[in-house]
């Protein structure tokens, strides 16, 4: 037997895109074919790959691998790499991909990009969680390659919502009807808003419009009837509060004088955004912008990181958290969004806190309707956006942390806001450090090197700030001698 080898996971998401390439395109299909590599790393060590189409026309790249390739071994405690969601779901006679490796016993799977098929997304890897595998995905720059390199079947694959063949994975009880909700209690205002922003051909009134949205899990049978879904009322219902009280955002902002304004917005999930810009636009002082010609008045607020941010803690908060809401607080320093519920397994919040975050969707159905209306990210949680936004700014990066049971994303609108947000911490530090620290507002960490030549010190004094900062419990120190570097915890 081959000795076992210490597993170096970004080798094997790489190798599994290298084999991606190599997927045959099914010249007979009439639909754009993915582009699939698979990696298997065997309970020896050894590894073996497999590609879309590769044996057989068709043959998805999972199925080669361990029913082709590797049929009636010994496959228990083996590692996956696969760049897209495992399927879960097959036309009989065929069965889905994860289905295959939880019967090979297979112990990890490393997943490159979820399905972006509103009515699969996330299932297949639930179906594998449910079934004691444990699940990663791949590092988000080469979920970035991943899709680039099936742009044309991912935009296919967005407008595709069959129903699965087999008894499906439920993400959500929202995906489910609720108690006493009907067709009438959905908005047409939102119904209409959809539409448009959508591109959508059907009238709202047709019968083909009503087929989509049961298509997209919007509306769903019950008792001979179709009635709305538990998501389908928080996206378009005229009050979702009245069923699902959690289903709102409490919004509250700080006035130059001293008082607050506060305003709760219950409507439909695809008005809000626009709602809470009125909102915020009447509420708040304005500035007049002086980067175009005309004259033109505008909130003094970093608007498009505060609409991403926003959509996207309505989209990936857990609506199971009941009587948890979403709640927005504006002051004259900082933005600060808290969603119910922490980061989306097998997402870590150093991930988030990094920027480095791989995509993936709580509520894929929610996702689907946002992304669709060009008003989200197609997956993730908007942090290419966030980062690039307060770069250009020149802002410092945004925040994430856990209070209680809801993940708070920090916008910072001004660099003393940074300061502010240290609170005690602020006390214990001179002059020149909070100058420091400033300097590592856009950054995630740095070497002294770095730091003494940004702020025209020694390296002496910038050790001594760097060393009062780990103290404090502000950066982390990592490796030895030359090696050694600081990072935000």
């Known amino acids: 037997m081959k000795r076992k080898t210490v597993l170096d996971p970004r080798a094997m998401m790489l190798k599994a895109i290298e084999v991606m390439h190599q997927s045959i395109h099914e010249p007979q299909r009439d639909k754009p074919s993915p582009k699939v590599g698979a990696v298997l790393v065997k309970p020896d060590g050894s590894v073996i790959t497999a590609s879309r189409g590769e044996l057989r026309e068709g043959d998805h790249a999972e199925f080669t691998l361990l029913e082709r390739k590797c049929h009636g071994e010994d496959l228990a405690g083996g590692i996956l790499f696969a760049t897209l969601e495992p399927c879960l779901d097959r036309l009989l006679p065929k069965r889905g991909c994860a289905r295959h490796i939880v019967n090979a016993r297979i112990a990890e799977v490393y997943v490159g990009i979820e399905d972006d098929n509103p009515a699969v997304a996330g299932k297949g890897i639930e179906y594998l969680r449910q079934h004691g595998v444990t699940i990663h995905l791949f590092d988000r720059d080469l979920q970035e390659v991943i899709l680039q390199e099936n742009q044309e079947f991912f935009a ?38 959809y539409s448009s922003r959508a591109n959508l051909s059907a009238p709202t009134a047709s019968a083909e419009f009503q087929r989509l949205l049961r298509q ?8 001979g009837a179709v009635v709305p879904s538990g998501f389908g009322l928080v996206l378009f219902g005229k009050t979702p509060s009245q069923a699902i009280p959690q289903a709102r955002l409490l919004a509250r902002a700080e006035l130059p004088d001293g008082s607050a304004s506060r305003m709760e917005f219950d409507s439909a999930l695809v008005l809000v955004p626009d709602r809470l810009a009125a909102w915020l636009n009447t509420v708040l002082p304005s500035t007049i912008d002086r980067s175009r010609m005309e004259r033109r008045e505008q909130v003094d607020l970093p608007f498009e990181m505060l609409r991403e941010a926003v959509i996207n803690a309505l989209i990936h908060r857990d609506y199971g958290l009941a009587g948890q809401k979403c709640q927005l607080v504006v002051t004259a320093d900082t933005v600060t969004i808290s969603s119910p519920g922490g980061p989306i397994p097998p997402i870590t919040l150093e991930q988030l806190q990094s920027f480095s975050a791989p995509m993936k969707s709580r509520n894929p159905i929610l996702h689907y309707i946002f992304a669709r209306m060009g008003m989200a990210e197609e997956m993730g949680f908007g942090l290419t956006s966030l980062k690039r936004q307060a770069e250009k700014l020149g802002l410092p990066l945004p925040t994430y942390a856990m209070v209680g049971e809801s993940l708070v994303l920090t916008i910072y609108r001004t660099t003393e806001g940074l300061l502010k947000g240290l609170g005690p911490i602020l006390e214990e530090l001179t002059d020149e450090e909070r100058e420091g620290w400033k300097t590592l507002a856009n950054r995630r960490g740095t070497t002294q090197g770095e730091y003494a030549k940004a702020l025209a010190i020694t390296p002496r004094t910038a050790q001594r700030h760097l060393s009062h900062f780990v103290q404090l419990g502000l950066l982390q120190r990592v490796g030895q001698g030359p090696a050694t570097h600081y990072r935000k915890p």
Do not use: C, F, H, M
């Open 216 to 223: 997209q899990g919007i509306l769903v049978e019950a008792n």
């Open 156 to 193: 296919w694959a967005r407008q595709q919502t069959e129903k699965p063949v087999e008894k499906p994975i439920q993400l959500s009880a929202y995906e489910n009807p609720v108690t006493a909700v009907e067709l009438q209690d959905l908005s047409e205002e939102a119904l209409n808003l």
